[in-house]
């Protein structure tokens, strides 16, 4: 795995590919690296805050870092609202990734909002084709079309705003896996708020499906030393999701109201 380093990055590209999320390119000044799941802590060069925003790396090689957000508070505000040319500070990666395929057994990949990120670069590098690939959005105008190719099943909450010729479920994105027939021998995979995930591991325990989960927990320092970011487990102790996570086996924690 690669070592977390410090590194300034320059904004190349911040734009909407949706009506919520930004595409955020980003040039390092020093090469860095990451595995599907891994995140950063994203902070700015001029005023920074106490602490950076997570956010999970949707690609970076060499110096070239791509992020996929959603604006929902005073970080992510002012992230959306960041220039080419300006200067980010990165701590970056961080956490563990998700498992790599240990066999030929399919993969179903399930992404909620902003939990697309580790997905999609989780199906770039490793997918195969007999991976069901699911992204649940609100509404059509939710979904970064641009970024999904048409292997991605999306469902929405609602009919609005999809573009012509897309196709979708209606429906959330557990309604769309119940619809659907898959594979026994599956390992599932998901990233998405805490509901979701939930969701997920109930119906992988009653699929006995092997199943990961990225959890979306707030953060501060973001290597396991606030301790801000405890996760439950099922043994009775409490992981850190920054260090000992993101990524858990969903048998390893309680997700959610879980006893
Ligand atoms: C490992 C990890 C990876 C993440 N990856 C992404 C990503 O790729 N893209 C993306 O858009 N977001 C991602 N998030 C969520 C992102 O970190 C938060 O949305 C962000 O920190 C909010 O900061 P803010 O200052 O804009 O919001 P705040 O003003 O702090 O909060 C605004 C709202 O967002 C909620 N919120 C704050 N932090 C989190 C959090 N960590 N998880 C869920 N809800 C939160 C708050 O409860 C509040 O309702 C990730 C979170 C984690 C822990
Ligand atoms: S964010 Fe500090 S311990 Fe996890």
Redesign the pocket.
């Known amino acids: 795995m690669h070592k977390p380093i410090t590194v300034i990055g320059e904004v190349l590209e911040n734009r909407m590919v949706s009506d919520s ?1 930004y595409l955020l390119e980003i040039s390092l000044h020093q090469q860095s690296g990451f595995l599907p799941g891994q ?1 950063c802590m994203v902070n700015w060069v001029e005023q920074p805050t106490t602490f950076g ?4 790396i ?1 690609a970076c090689e060499d110096t070239k870092m791509q ?11 002012r992230l959306a609202s960041t220039n080419s040319g300006q200067q980010l500070e990165l701590l970056t990666p961080l ?1 563990n990734p998700f498992p790599k395929p240990d066999s030929t057994a399919p993969h179903i990949l399930i992404a909620g909002g ?1 939990g697309l ?1 580790p997905m999609l670069s989780w199906s770039e590098i490793y997918g195969q084709s007999a991976d069901v690939l699911c992204f649940g959005g609100r509404d059509g105008g939710d979904i970064p079309w641009e970024l999904l190719s048409d292997n991605w099943l999306v469902s929405v909450d609602n009919n609005m705003n999809i573009p012509e010729g897309k196709k979708v479920f209606h429906g959330n994105v557990i309604e769309m896996l119940k619809s659907m027939e898959l594979p026994e021998n599956a390992t599932v995979l998901s990233c998405g ?1 805490t509901p979701l995930l939930q969701a997920v591991k109930k119906q992988a325990t009653e699929n006995s499906w092997k199943c990961f989960v ?6 501060g320092c973001g290597f396991g030393v606030c301790r801000g ?1 405890v996760v439950p487990t099922v043994a009775g102790s409490y992981k850190t ?2 260090k000992d996570g ?1 990524v858990f086996n969903a048998n390893d924690i309680k997700i959610g109201d879980e006893l």
């Open positions: 999320m995140f925003r997570p956010l999970s949707l992020l996929l957000y959603k604006a929902v508070g005073s970080g992510t505000n956490g902003v990120p708020p990225s959890v979306e927990e707030r953060m970011c999701a920054c993101p």
